[in-house]
């Protein structure tokens, strides 16, 4: 079972980003990346198309390595590990370390 999927709340832990949250829209596994939300903005310049008439400058999200995130806590309010444990219909969950709230 992967501790981080997509949907999670993360929160960054270094980089030009750090201290910032944001939801992970896609996850690399591959690459060890995952594309956050409002993290790691970066600048590309398009050019004009068919589909794009405009063309410039968009800034858009690249992917951050996993590493450099931790999932976020609501309840501790900040970056937390996490340990899996079993419920009593035998599936298993994701739980805060710190404080044992379900994640």
Do not use: A, Y
């Amino acid at each position: 079972m992967r501790t981080i999927k997509k949907g999670d709340i993360v929160k960054v832990i270094c980089g030009k980003d750090k201290g910032k949250t944001g939801k992970v829209l896609k996850v690399l596994w591959p690459e060890s990346r995952m594309l956050v939300e409002g993290i790691n903005l970066v600048k590309k310049h398009t050019r004009r198309t068919q589909e794009n008439q405009k063309g410039g400058v968009i800034e858009r999200e690249n992917p951050v390595h996993i590493s450099n995130i931790m999932l976020f806590c609501r309840q501790c309010n900040k970056g937390v590990r996490t340990k899996i444990s079993l419920l009593k219909d035998n599936s298993k969950s994701r739980q805060c370390v710190k404080c044992s709230n379900t994640i």
